[in-house]
């Protein structure tokens, strides 16, 4: 079977998938777009010594597992490819900035699959502007088999673009076209664009006059959660069906998009904290992370095996789980949405609304 991108949905019956690696992984240059984004609420004298390569154990065991998770995708006849390791030390400059790299962990955030599509995105993160070198020969390859294969415009991330005063506003100003992969849900014909941290409304025009020609209609999703994706908050799990973040959303306050289909409103006091093992108490994500999960299918989950009263609560929908851990998801900022990238789901684009 050639290998293209078929994508338009997140519970479609998986085929090809990737998942992340840890190997390399490292906290960048602490600057202004890392501090906005990757540590937003935290204060600046906390993370300032942060830079650096991330702890040996947290890399071995985050490694380990990815690979428990990449093992049992292949035990359900899913395709699995990994990133290319980067060598993230190296520093780059821009005529405004020069910083390090940073991971190849959460491989979904910039690479969005669209039908046979798939768009290089616009992160706000100066850290990850070459990280998509690490899935560059799969790019090729489905190129060559007829898949389109876009890049949106580079931003130029000045350090004007990012604010941090103001957290009730996203941290990343409407200056550029900005937008990470998760910032958009997919819904066959219907795309749900998210504005926060990791996307502004300019992020949003560009992509509709990319998208709307090739039928897609975008709705916007604005002032939900200000911060990074929304792949912890809005969980499409089979049409007619959604699981929500209890902490964000409410039977008053959701993505109108989905009003005609059955809502799950998850509690906040039934997400299960992980932890986190940075000092100071520094994390990349809030809890909620428990909350990102993997769909195989419409009837099967993989999500992290602490995060019982999810798994019960899924299971009188008829949603299957698979438990498994991903030991530092708010270290490493990501779950198994975050960590897998599904390039191939059986399936055609629909309408869902």
């Known amino acids: 079977m050639k290998s293209i991108v ?17 190997t390399n992984a490292r906290f960048p240059t602490i600057d202004r777009s890392t501090h906005s984004f990757c540590f937003t609420k935290e204060k600046y004298e906390d993370i300032k010594n942060l830079e650096g390569p991330m702890e040996q154990k947290i890399i071995e065991e985050s490694n ?11 035990k359900l006849g899913v395709k699995v490819r990994r990133p290319s390791p980067q060598d993230n030390s190296k520093n780059f400059t821009t005529p405004e900035w020069t910083t390090s790299g940073y991971q190849t962990y959460s491989c979904r955030d910039l690479l969005l699959p669209l039908d046979n599509l798939i768009i290089d995105c616009a992160s706000p993160l100066r850290s990850r502007y070459f990280e998509t070198r690490a899935y560059r020969n799969f790019l090729y390859e489905v190129m060559q088999n007829g898949t389109e ?3 949106a415009p580079k931003p130029i991330l000045p350090d004007e673009i990012y604010q941090t005063e103001n957290l009730a506003k996203p941290s990343t100003r409407n200056l550029e076209i900005i ?4 910032n958009i849900v997919r819904l066959g014909n219907d795309l749900l664009f998210q504005v926060s941290n990791s996307g502004t409304l300019l992020g949003a025009k560009w992509l509709k ?3 709307e020609p090739r039928g897609y209609r975008i709705h916007m999703a604005d002032r939900f959660y200000a911060y990074a994706h929304f792949d912890s ?6 049409p007619g069906l959604v699981l929500f973040n209890g902490a964000r959303l409410n039977t008053d306050r959701y993505p109108k998009i989905f009003d005609s289909w059955d809502k799950i409103y998850f509690p906040s006091d039934k997400i299960v904290d992980i932890g986190c093992v940075l000092p ?10 428990g909350l990102n999960l993997l769909s195989v299918n419409e009837n099967l989950v993989i ?22 851990e991903m030991r530092h998801a708010r270290a490493m900022a990501g779950g198994f949405h975050c960590v897998t990238l599904d390039t191939r789901r059986k399936g055609s684009r629909q309408d869902y609304f």
Not at 280 to 288: A, E, I, K, L, M
Not at 306 to 317: A, D, F, G, P
């Open 303 to 324: 999500c992290d095996k602490n995060q019982t009263h999810l798994r019960k609560e899924l299971e009188k929908h008829g949603v299957d789980t698979i438990g498994l």
């Open 233 to 238: 908050t809005v969980l499409p799990l089979r």
């Open 149 to 151: 294969w876009i890049s």
């Open 6 to 22: 078929s994508s338009h949905n997140d519970w479609d019956p998986l085929v090809e998938c990737f998942v992340g690696i840890a």
């Open 64 to 74: 380990e597992d990815l690979d428990a998770l990449a093992n049992t995708l292949i």
């Open 179 to 182: 937008f990470d992969a998760p």
């Open 280 to 289: 100071n108490g520094v994390t990349t994500t809030s809890p909620y992370i």
């Open 209 to 211: 006059t990319i998208l």
